[in-house]
């Protein structure tokens, strides 16, 4: 049975958990020859991503995706950002393809679309 | 023109009201061989209709598995558009299609999407009713016992595996021996019924060319206009291959809601079974026996299941099923043909090696039953062939022995005489399906003995020249046993009398 990227960052982040203080880098280590033996190097950007998830979830964080259509300021990023907690992931995107507005999807769920191109189709339908 | 799509345009931007919300959504994380996985959606409903957003439009897929973090769905339509990162939104339906009495005399895709090219099905789709493609099926408060005959049109079948409106008749045999023939024949049969069911022909993973020639059939005979084809060709994806039959059955049930009697064909169930099994594969489902998945008699159990006779309270509607399965080599006992022969109420068992002899329709009558059909069996027919399958044992037995006897006594000449005749009266060509009066009227010369002397090989000549004997001459025979579906004492004398007749004129 193949382990998915799931699996390793449950096993990593309890085996973390249940460390004693100053043993963590002996562990991750471990943890990646491990990985490398079975031939899943190809799949540690994903395990990685398990791992902030399963951590994000234990503080109670969501991941927030913030797409535009177009690049803008640090200022405009940083009013957006201030609507979540410091437990929140937010990453910004640029999806021209949206052509205005924005759209926000918490945990990959929940989406918040204000954007031109959903009004458009939605007046369409 | 121009004009009104402005102002109607207008009008619509005018009405337009987007609610600011949280909607709920998904991601393709795995897209190929017609299927995907989806992350996200956690609230998604086992068969929920979902729409991926791809930059060449929206594409239907339906929710089949629901697993801890992912839904495997199954792609309704282009595959190739469909990405990895595409957004997903659910509908929050079960997959369902429009239906309505549009629908006869056309072709449709499992979906309900017109595929005959005469334009859209619906003036407007939003007046047409919808009905979800799986339904529980009537439960046994709602049913009646079969009781009301559905001619084949086939001599063989309507005389010994009779068929009842509401009844399930599998017919089963190998490859190129004549399952389709004995299904179409039966719809184009519905033509000569007064009291005509509407019928369904599902064609699942057939050639395109074979399912343009059944249309192109039922059109010259003019039976298209009581049938509906639901066409999900070798072409279309498996997942509308799979969805096909429900189609096939909601349509159906639809009529049958209405009080209508409806015969549909599932043609066949052994592709649908493949089709089926290609998804599960697909979607990583452990595998079976033969590699299907576990739950493919649940499968086929609960389409068949939902064919009926309802009772007078629930409108006495009826929706017969003639499923069809192709075996190989004969063999009964592989996986999916014992599971639908035990679903089934009968089958009718059809031997390349009687095919191939030209005894056709190459029914085995030994193996060939129906559970519950004689109770609906036409008086007219019954009264006739009561003794026809008893004989034509008899016969087959002599038949065997007599390659050993040298001398016989002249009774066991005369039986196998008389089963050498039925044989011959029980051929019949497809496409020429027979009025059941007509099959009573024939059958009856047979088990009578009044066609011993007629030469063999002009037995098919002498049937056809008596239909027109009696129709000309005494027509009322065929108008009294088609509307009292019996053959009473005066009409007996009658028939005697232009049997014995127009004998005279054809030995002549
Ligand atoms: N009773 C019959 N008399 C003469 N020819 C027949 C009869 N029944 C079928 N045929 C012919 O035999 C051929 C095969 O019939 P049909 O297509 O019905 O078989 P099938 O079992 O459905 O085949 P397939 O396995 O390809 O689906 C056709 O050409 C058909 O016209
Ligand atoms: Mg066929």
Do not use: W
């Amino acid at each position: 049975m193949k382990y998915t990227p799931r699996i390793y960052a449950k096993a990593l982040t309890e085996s973390l958990a249940s460390v004693s203080e100053g043993k963590e880098t002996d562990i991750i280590k471990r943890f990646l020859a491990s990985v490398h033996k079975r031939g899943d190097t190809r799949s540690l950007p994903d395990i990685i991503d398990a791992v902030s998830e399963i951590e994000r979830r234990r503080v109670g964080g969501r991941l927030v995706e913030v797409a535009f259509a177009r690049r803008h300021k640090k200022s405009v990023l940083d009013v957006f950002r201030a609507l979540f907690t410091k437990h929140d992931e937010v990453v910004f995107r640029t999806e021209p393809e949206l052509v205005a507005g924005v759209r926000i999807t918490i945990d990959g769920e929940r989406e918040f679309d204000q954007t031109a191109s959903r009004r458009i189709k939605k007046l369409f339908r | 023109m121009q004009y009104d799509l402005v102002e109607k345009l207008k009008k619509e931007i005018a009405g337009f009201r987007d609610e600011p919300g949280l909607e709920s959504v998904g991601t393709v994380v795995e897209a190929g061989d017609g299927i995907t996985k989806i992350s996200g959606l956690s609230k998604a409903q086992a068969q929920e209709l979902l729409v991926i957003e791809t930059p060449d439009g929206d594409v239907f897929a339906v929710a089949f598995n629901l697993e801890e973090h992912f839904i495997g769905a199954v792609l309704l339509g282009e595959a190739t558009a469909v990405r990895v990162g595409a957004r997903v939104r659910g509908t929050g339906a079960v997959l369902s299609i429009p239906v309505g009495k549009e629908m006869i005399g056309r072709a449709v895709s499992p979906l309900g999407v017109a595929v005959d090219g005469k334009g859209s099905l619906f003036k407007d789709i939003d007046d047409a009713e919808t009905v979800p493609l799986e339904r529980k099926a009537p439960s046994v408060v709602a049913r009646e016992s079969v009781n009301v005959p559905l001619h084949t049109g086939i001599k063989a079948i309507d005389a010994m595996i009779p068929i009842g409106r509401g009844q399930r008749e599998l017919i089963i045999g190998d490859r190129q021996t004549g399952k389709t023939a004995i299904a179409l024949d039966a719809i184009l049969n519905q033509k000569n019924e007064l009291n005509r069911p509407v019928c369904i022909y599902v064609a699942i993973g057939q050639k395109s060319a074979k399912i343009a020639r059944i249309i192109r059939v039922l059109e010259e005979a003019d039976a298209l206009k009581y049938t509906i084809v639901v066409s999900a060709p070798a072409s279309a994806p498996a997942a509308l291959q799979y969805l096909a039959p429900f189609a096939g059955c909601a349509i159906g049930e639809y009529f049958m809601d209405q009080g209508k009697d409806v015969l549909v064909v599932y043609d066949d169930l052994s592709k649908h079974a493949d089709s089926y099994r290609e998804l599960s594969l697909l979607l990583r489902r452990p595998p079976g026996r033969e590699a299907y998945p576990g739950d493919i008699f649940f499968l086929h159990s609960r389409l068949l299941e939902r064919a009926a006779r309802l009772s007078r309270e629930f409108g006495g509607g009826s929706l017969t099923a003639l499923p069809i399965i192709e075996t190989k080599l004969g063999d009964i006992s592989a996986y999916v043909p014992t599971n639908v022969i035990s679903i089934t109420d009968g089958q009718i068992y059809l031997e390349s090696d009687l095919f191939t002899k030209g005894l056709r329709p190459a029914v085995n009558v030994g193996l060939s039953v129906s559970r519950v059909g004689s109770a609906a069996q036409t008086k007219a027919i019954k009264k006739v062939a009561g003794r026809l399958r008893l004989e034509l044992a008899q016969f087959r037995e002599l038949e065997a022995f007599v390659q050993f006897a040298s001398d016989l006594d002249d009774a066991t000449k005369a039986k196998i005489h008389r089963g050498q005749i039925l044989t011959e009266v029980l051929k019949q060509s497809d496409l020429q399906p027979l009025a059941f009066e007509r099959e009573a009227v024939i059958l009856f010369a047979a088990l009578g003995g009044y066609i011993d002397e007629i030469p063999r090989p002009r037995i098919k000549e002498f049937e056809a020249g008596l239909f027109g004997y009696i129709e000309s001459m005494h027509g009322d025979v065929f108008t009294k046993i088609a509307s009292s579906r019996m053959i009473d004492d005066a009409t007996e004398a009658e028939l005697i009398g232009a049997i014995k007749s127009f004998i005279e004129i054809f030995a002549q």
